[in-house]
């Protein structure tokens, strides 16, 4: 092959250097090498990043030209040469190339490098995408398969604090995400626990049709259930308030979102992500406030949840909510509208009701509790009251 690589460049530079390139993949092939020392075949030969996406397995791998595997970069970009691992998946190979680049390719058994050449790339570039995509495609197949690419056990490894680290550093490489990159554990109600990667906070709810055990998502999702837009709440720092951050629809389901930490911190984040979500409401009449809430936002109303067991006695004035509830309907929305907007005039508004109307419902509300809450001191003690509720159900 070398001998006949050799004739071919004195005749062709560009068919001498796609002959190198066969030929060194097939080795890397014969020699079994995995899917990181594949792609880095790619971007060295190639003297660009190359770069691996395959959505369906969560493979997400990305190499320097210098041989350097850096997983973070820019989003590929549609004008970059690549290459599909199967013709009906979303898997790719991509080569980071935005212009021109070198165009032969050297590959010696030992080593590889490039050499510029009067001749234009593309062909050696296509060569190098078929040849790594079907040696990729193999590993792939041979190692992953077509599970389903959230795999519950590699999740329940990143969130477990007892894990080895090297276990969960491999779960993250597994799974597409960065090692060194910052993500988010998302603990739904009654639903399995997720992983967002990034620092930016998810956007919407997984869609509801989603039904794996784990549900890895990576990035951020607007969608809502059968991809419906929806809209993500924020959690007000002081008592759990929400706010509308994008799209028009309500969240799908009530989720409690941990901070964004390194890989190997998302025990942590999980451990607050549960905390968060008690601290989420239905968002109905009876039970008003925000179905999403963000961990790193409650500040100290966090310390709450210490104090308040799901499932336990109550305190004196979350037990004057339940009591004034049973006896006023329209008393929970009144309150939170009051306890969580900037002026009784926004509240009167929230709520479709007179302001007149409102300020009657208070001294209605006020004579139930038995506290004013129509005064700075008398606002903290509702906030905290209807934060209590929340955290008192079992």
């Known amino acids: 092959m070398k001998e006949l690589a050799g004739r071919l460049t004195a005749l062709d530079p560009d068919a001498g250097a796609a002959v190198r390139v066969i030929a060194y993949f097939d080795r890397l092939a014969e020699s079994r090498a995995g899917v990181e020392a594949l ?43 690549s ?64 599970a389903p690419a959230d795999d519950p056990a590699l999740v329940e490894t990143l969130l477990d604090a007892t894990a080895p680290e090297q276990a969960r550093v491999r779960a993250a490489r597994r799974l597409g995400l960065d090692p060194a990159a910052p993500a988010r554990a998302v603990a739904p109600l009654n639903e399995r626990p997720r992983v967002i990667s990034g620092a930016v906070p998810a956007r919407g709810p997984a869609r509801a049709d989603a039904t794996p055990p784990f549900t890895v998502l ?31 629809g309500p969240p799908a389901e009530r989720l409690g979102v941990g901070p964004a930490v390194p890989v190997l911190e998302l025990p942590r984040s999980w451990a607050e992500a549960r905390t968060a979500l008690r601290f989420t409401a239905e968002g109905t009449a009876q039970d008003p406030g925000p179905r999403v809430v963000y961990a790193d936002e409650l500040g100290g109303v966090a310390l709450l949840a210490d104090l308040v067991a799901p499932g336990s006695e109550p305190p004196p004035d979350v037990r004057a909510l339940e009591s004034a509830a049973a006896t006023a309907p329209w008393l929970p929305a009144t309150l939170h ?10 509240a009167a508004a929230g709520i479709n009701v007179h302001h007149s ?36 159900r079992p």
């Not at 929400?242 to 799209?247: D, E, K, L």
Request: hydrophobic content about 40%; glycine content about 10%; some cysteine.
């Open 39 to 81: 792609v880095r075949g790619a971007a060295v030969l190639a003297g660009c990043p190359a770069r691996l996406e395959d959505p369906e397995r969560r493979v997400h791998v990305r190499v320097e030209a210098d041989g350097i595997r850096r997983d973070a970069g820019p989003p590929p970009d549609p004008a970059w040469p």
């Open 83 to 146: 290459a599909p691992l199967s013709p009906e998946g979303a898997g790719a190979l991509w080569l980071e190339r935005t212009e021109a680049g070198p165009g032969a390719v050297r590959a010696e058994p030992t080593r590889v490098e490039t050499e510029p050449l009067e001749a234009a790339p593309s062909v050696v570039d296509a060569v190098i995408l078929e040849r790594a995509a079907g040696a990729l495609r193999g590993v792939l197949d041979r190692t992953r398969g077509r």
């Open 218 to 248: 990576r990035g951020t999702v607007d969608a809502g259930p059968g991809g419906a837009p929806a809209r993500t709440e924020r959690a007000d720092p002081a008592a759990g308030q929400a706010g509308p951050r994008s799209g028009t």
């Open 337 to 346: 509208a009051v306890a969580f907007t900037a002026s009784l005039r926004a």
């Open 357 to 392: 109307t409102l300020q009657d419902r208070l001294t209605h509300a006020e004579h139930l509790l038995g506290w004013p809450i129509r005064t700075p001191q008398g606002r903290l003690r509702l906030q905290l009251a209807l934060a209590m509720r929340r955290l008192a």
